[in-house]
């Protein structure tokens, strides 16, 4: 077997898969793809119980990213505590612009989204749609920011939850 290509990311190494959520690197592994070898970052996802492979040249361009720091984290909480500008009344452009920021999977990304449509949804009751959207912006927000921060799931879901009603 070659030699490994030095990679950003280490085997046990926990990153963010945009719209998956936190997961972990169980693994580096060479195969063999027509004529070539390539190299593939396994990763579980704790969240939706898969597992992915996704070849080592191709996880930038996949937005997968080391877990924020500290600071990150908490600038992300205050966040959605932040006045912000209304969002469309009409829910198919809105949900459009919150799944392209769920794309791009930026921490602050994440949290724009869950304070969007939480603000949204104490004015009227959000579509099915959107609701699964905020949910799942909610369960990422809070899995990166609780590994993020060394803190419990259930701990950061009280914290988001205390920061969107002040």
């Known amino acids: 077997m070659d030699k490994a290509p030095s990679t950003i990311y280490a085997v046990d190494q926990r990153i963010v898969y945009p719209s ?8 580096i592994r060479e195969k063999a793809f027509k004529d070539s070898k390539i190299f593939y970052y396994i990763i579980y996802l704790e969240f939706s119980d898969m597992t992915v492979m996704v070849p080592v040249d191709k996880a930038d361009e996949l937005g997968i990213r080391a877990i924020v720091p500290k600071n990150e984290a908490e600038k992300a909480l205050c966040f959605i505590s932040e006045e912000y500008a209304p969002i ?46 905020y ?23 009280e914290l988001i939850r205390a920061r969107l009603e002040s």
């Open 135 to 157: 949910d799942s912006a909610l369960n990422l927000l809070q899995d990166e920011i609780s590994f993020s921060l060394g803190k419990t799931k259930d701990e950061i879901a």
């Open 20 to 27: 998956q959520g936190v997961g972990r690197i169980v693994e």
């Open 88 to 133: 469309p009344s009409d829910w198919k452009l809105r949900y459009q612009m919150n799944l392209d920021l769920l794309k791009k999977g930026s921490v602050l990304d994440i949290a724009a989204v869950v304070r969007s449509l939480y603000h949204r949804s104490k004015i009227k009751e959000l579509p099915i749609l959107e609701r699964k959207l």
